[in-house]
């Protein structure tokens, strides 16, 4: 009896057993075999094999089997495999990308069900949320499927697939403070974002989970809250005014009632209250070794455990919070830790990693290597699904160099679909790229999710589609410019009624025994200024008003006093870590017009692979400004050229 005699039931019995290279064989054969190995029962029982028994990683929003023709999941088994076999020899280079330049700098970006990707970019005079379709994207289109403009720049953002359709929490920057909550809605012939709230005072968005926003500024100052966007209710989170904790934290999340916060060196661990309106109560707060950057890692077990990623001074970690053993009486550890990839021992900064990024399954991970500062790469590594102290091995990868590529060093923002193989970065140049890791047409895949965008929008709830003028209040650079800068630009600066004493001056731009304070232009939050340090490296977001500096140790340093929200904080640049930065709360100041410096306390930095990101930056940029074995290049002014507006300081030459 030969084997095509058989009949199909027995031939797929034979079938469902091979791997998916062995199939493709056999059904080389013949016709008959050609007809059984495409059955769409094959492949769902192909899939099942590869999350059930190999452990291969399938998107975790995909519909269900009984929604998807048998082409579509035989493509989908064929490229889990290639992807998993990539994976396992450490070959990660793509195998084909999408570039696209935009005018204006990427501030968030979000690939989301393997069809979408939502870009948030601006410079000092626009800003806007854009939507592309990747079924579109990888056929070669480069506009926009959706595009909508902000009253001011997006700084943070959360999108969560809900069951009404996506949803977008932007909180945008000190110039038009507020969260902005939105959607993605077909209308007519196209598409269009549709307004659902918005929280005029609060921003720094840190979470988004179903009705809940949590927010780590309210008026400027730094008061983490959680919003139900639906019912505008706020719940109060309290919290103490120590070192590490008058910053923004890294992260806010929930399980089930309880709310976790993660600090620099402490999780706290609240609970809501039954009162309507009542604050967060804390249950229990947690020291912890240093965490400099940290993800959740999705949810993949019905218990109420957290699982989080972090980079630490140790390198990347996977951490286990046990909230079921809450509130804690006994020495039972709450928090664990384990080991996934040591940080190198030979590096060229003590904290060589940074950009941590953790795909949507919670499976693999991304982030920043500068091991080397100058070359950065892209490192990947698998997270287990359960806790292990087994290391897992890092897969490196950078791109070829070529002159239209994204600069990686440019304040890159990452997202993966680590099952589709897919990895998206922008940076703050506008330059915008998604690669594929996996030969084949990845737009054949953007069909795997329900279309959340197939909901009824009103008219009335659509956002702007021209522009909005920001119109930035700026500061000229002080340096190769023809005229004295506009004193007008400083009318808000040193405004409060405190007595400063005699050391403290206001003539920013003295000129009788001195220049003034030397680095006034610094303060203005463009990438890498020291108002950008104060914000990604210490925690302290928020608009600046200066109020004062002086001199130190015969003019060799300079302090600056300035209020940021609810504090007082003075920054000395080249100072010893320690005495760098140091804080007051406003009131105690203001009500007894007195301020001493002795009685500041000292803030530390929160993330301090943010400051190996300023380093590389400057480095690489200074290296295609002034390198001999590249052709001068300034990536800024090719921005401008495009249409976009960066900020004066950052279109003339290196310092």
């Known amino acids: 009896m030969s084997f095509t005699s058989l009949s199909e039931d027995l031939i797929f019995l034979v079938c469902v057993e091979l791997h998916v290279v062995d199939i493709y064989s056999v059904r080389q054969?013949?016709?008959?075999?050609?007809?059984?190995?495409?059955?769409?029962?094959?492949?769902?029982?192909?899939?099942?094999?590869?999350?059930?028994?190999e452990g291969k990683v399938l998107p975790s929003y995909m519909k269900g089997y009984d929604?998807?023709?048998?082409?579509?999941?035989?493509?989908?088994?064929?490229?889990?495999?290639?992807?998993?076999?990539?994976?396992?020899?450490?070959?990660?280079?793509?195998?084909?990308?999408?570039?696209?330049?935009?005018?204006?700098?990427?501030?968030?970006?979000?690939?989301?069900?393997?069809?979408?990707?939502?870009?948030?970019?601006?410079?000092?005079?626009?800003?806007?949320?854009?939507?592309?379709?990747?079924?579109?994207?990888?056929?070669?289109?480069?506009?926009?499927?959706?595009?909508?403009?902000?009253?001011?720049?997006?700084?943070?953002?959360?999108?969560?697939?809900?069951?009404?359709?996506?949803?977008?929490?932007?909180?945008?920057?000190?110039?038009?403070?507020?969260?902005?909550?939105?959607?993605?809605?077909?209308?007519?012939?196209?598409?269009?974002?549709s307004e659902l709230h918005r929280i005029e005072g609060s921003s720094h968005v840190l979470m988004l989970c179903g009705n809940l926003l949590g927010c780590a500024l309210r008026d400027g100052a730094i008061v983490p809250h959680v919003v139900n966007?639906?019912?505008?209710?706020?719940?109060?989170?309290?919290?103490?005014?120590?070192?590490?904790?008058?910053?923004?934290?890294?992260?806010?999340?929930?399980?089930?009632?309880?709310?976790?916060?993660?600090?620099?060196?402490?999780?706290?661990?609240?609970?809501?209250?039954?009162?309507?309106?009542?604050?967060?109560?804390?249950?229990?707060?947690?020291?912890?070794p240093t965490v400099w950057e940290a993800a959740v890692i999705p949810k993949a077990s019905p218990d109420i455990s957290l699982r989080l990623i972090v980079l630490s001074p140790a390198g990347l970690e996977m951490c286990v919070v046990d909230l079921g053993m809450l509130p804690v009486l006994d020495d039972r550890p709450v928090f664990v830790r384990f080991s996934l990839c040591k940080k190198?021992?030979?590096?060229?900064?003590?904290?060589?990693?940074?950009?941590?990024?953790?795909?949507?399954?919670?499976?693999?991970?991304?982030?920043?290597?500068?091991?080397?500062?100058?070359?950065?790469?892209?490192?990947?590594?698998?997270?287990?699904?359960?806790?292990?102290?087994?290391?897992?091995?890092?897969?490196?990868?950078?791109?070829?160099?070529?002159?239209?590529?994204?600069?990686?060093?440019?304040?890159?923002?990452?997202?993966?679909?680590?099952?589709?193989?897919?990895t998206v970065i922008g940076n703050c140049f506008g330059e915008l790229a998604i690669y594929d890791h996996v030969r084949g047409h990845p737009e054949k895949f953007t069909g795997l999710a329900l279309d959340f965008t197939d909901q009824q929008t009103s008219s009335s709830s659509f956002m702007p589609t021209l522009p909005i003028p920001l119109n930035l209040s700026v500061v000229p650079p002080c340096f190769d410019t023809p005229t004295e800068p506009d004193p007008s630009m400083m009318l808000g600066w040193s405004q409060d009624d405190i007595d400063l004493g005699d050391v403290w001056r206001k003539d920013w731009l003295s000129t009788e025994y001195s220049s003034g304070y030397a680095t006034w232009d610094e303060w203005q939050g463009v990438p890498f200024d020291f108002a950008w340090i104060l914000e990604h490296a210490y925690g302290f977001p928020g608009q600046i008003i200066p109020q004062a500096y002086k001199d130190e140790d015969l003019h060799c340093f300079q302090r600056v006093l300035f209020r940021l929200g609810n504090r007082y904080l003075v920054f000395t640049d080249n100072a010893p870590i320690a005495e760098q930065l140091k804080s007051w709360p406003v009131y105690p100041v203001t009500r007894n017009r007195f301020f001493n410096l002795i009685l500041a306390q000292p803030e530390v930095y929160t993330r301090r692979t943010a400051i190996t990101e300023r380093i590389v930056y400057k480095i690489s940029y200074n290296e295609e400004m002034w390198g001999e074995e590249t052709e001068k290049r300034n990536r800024w002014v090719e921005q401008a050229e495009r249409g976009g507006r960066p900020h004066e300081n950052l279109l003339v030459m290196a310092r």
Request: charged fraction near 20%; hydrophobic fraction near 40%; charge should be neutral.
């Open 29 to 53: 054969a013949c016709r008959t075999l050609c007809r059984a190995t495409r059955a769409k029962i094959l492949w769902v029982h192909v899939l099942e094999r590869q999350i059930h028994e």
């Open 344 to 422: 190198p021992p030979n590096s060229a900064t003590s904290e060589p990693w940074y950009r941590l990024c953790v795909g949507e399954t919670g499976r693999r991970s991304l982030w920043i290597s500068a091991t080397d500062i100058a070359g950065p790469q892209f490192i990947y590594t698998n997270v287990p699904p359960h806790p292990s102290h087994s290391e897992e091995p890092a897969i490196s990868w950078t791109h070829d160099g070529s002159p239209d590529q994204p600069a990686l060093w440019a304040l890159p923002v990452l997202d993966i679909d680590e099952a589709l193989g897919l």
């Open 229 to 288: 966007w639906k019912e505008n209710r706020i719940y109060d989170i309290p919290g103490l005014d120590v070192s590490g904790h008058r910053s923004v934290p890294h992260l806010m999340t929930i399980r089930k009632n309880f709310l976790v916060i993660l600090r620099r060196n402490a999780l706290q661990v609240y609970i809501l209250p039954s009162v309507l309106d009542g604050p967060y109560v804390l249950v229990q707060q947690v020291e912890i």
């Open 67 to 193: 929604l998807l023709d048998s082409a579509t999941l035989e493509a989908l088994a064929c490229r889990v495999s290639q992807l998993d076999t990539r994976w396992k020899t450490g070959v990660l280079s793509p195998t084909c990308d999408w570039r696209l330049h935009l005018p204006q700098s990427v501030t968030w970006l979000r690939l989301v069900t393997g069809a979408w990707l939502f870009v948030a970019s601006s410079d000092n005079h626009v800003s806007k949320i854009s939507c592309w379709a990747l079924a579109s994207v990888f056929q070669g289109f480069k506009e926009p499927l959706a595009e909508a403009y902000l009253p001011g720049q997006v700084k943070t953002g959360k999108l969560e697939v809900q069951e009404s359709g996506v949803v977008l929490a932007l909180g945008l920057g000190p110039e038009s403070p507020a969260v902005h909550v939105f959607t993605l809605r077909k209308h007519a012939a196209g598409h269009v974002f």
